[in-house]
T-cell receptor, first 113, second 113 residues
Framework: NAGVTQTPKFRILKIGQSMTLQCTQD?????MYWYRQDPGMGLKLIYY???????DKGEVPNGYNVSRSTTEDFPLRLELAAPSQTSVYFC????????????FGDGTRLSIL | DQQVKQNSPSLSVQEGRISILNCDYT??????FLWYKKYPAEGPTFLIS?????DKNEDGRFTVFLNKSAKHLSLHIVPSQPGDSAVYFC????????????FGAGTILRVKS
């Protein structure tokens, strides 16, 4: 099994551009999450989803949008890229939220110049 | 306001000796705690967890201790191996908050051979 797959691995954007970070999982997990990790900091939750069609904000949602049309896919959209969104983005999933470890993808390193 | 704190940015240990990584939390509602390990350019990998109803959980060379009165947990690695060199993240969640994970900033462990 591939687990959680994120694409692209690296991307450089100009200020004001938009892009979508892709995340797909093949474990039939209901819950999916998007985090960002800034240097020297822990992971911070951007958005999460408890199932297809259901999404909710995390700790740092401003500047991002998500959708969950299928169980497998949970894309993260940046509409107007800003330098403050330079970060490493991780997608994760687990079967349900209750005390179950999350499985992470390998991340997307995004730089906005 | 950091609810989960890892006050040691780094730790260096000799191969074969014990590594002790510490984590403090401020929110008494947290009822589930996890440790993740992260290598460069990879996503975090789940290592071990503990529920608040326990004070110790062991898995091979890894043991997590929980002291609820002190709001403190620690990860012991015995014996330490060079392959354990990584960043270790402590995370906590609360059922009341939808089991969303709150991460510490991480501790870099270097195991010298």
């Amino acid at each position: 099994n591939a687990g959680v797959t994120q694409t692209p691995k690296f991307r450089i954007l100009k200020i004001g551009q938009s892009m979508t970070l892709q995340c797909t999982q093949d474990m039939n997990h209901n819950y999916m999450y998007w985090y960002r990790q800034d240097p020297g900091m822990g992971l911070k939750l951007i958005y999460y989803s408890v199932g297809a069609g259901i999404t909710d904000k995390g700790e740092v949602p401003n500047g991002y949008n998500v959708s969950r049309s299928t169980t497998e896919d949970f894309p993260l959209r940046l509409e107007l890229a800003a330098p403050s969104q330079t970060s490493v983005y991780f997608c994760a999933s687990n079967p349900s939220g209750d005390n179950q470890p999350q499985h992470f993808g390998d991340g997307t390193r995004l730089s906005i110049l | 306001d950091q609810q989960v704190k890892q006050n040691s940015p780094s730790l260096s240990v000799q191969e074969g000796r014990i590594s002790i990584l510490n984590c403090d939390y401020t929110n008494s509602m947290f009822d589930y705690f996890l440790w993740y390990k992260k290598y460069p350019a990879e996503g975090p990998t789940f290592l071990i967890s503990i529920s608040s109803i326990k004070d110790k959980n062991e898995d091979g060379r890894f043991t997590v201790f929980l002291n609820k009165s002190a709001k403190h947990l620690s990860l012991h690695i015995v014996p330490s191996q060079p392959g354990d060199s990584a960043v270790y993240f402590c995370a906590a969640s609360a059922r009341e908050y939808g089991n969303k994970l709150v991460f510490g900033a991480g501790t870099i462990l270097r195991v010298k051979s």
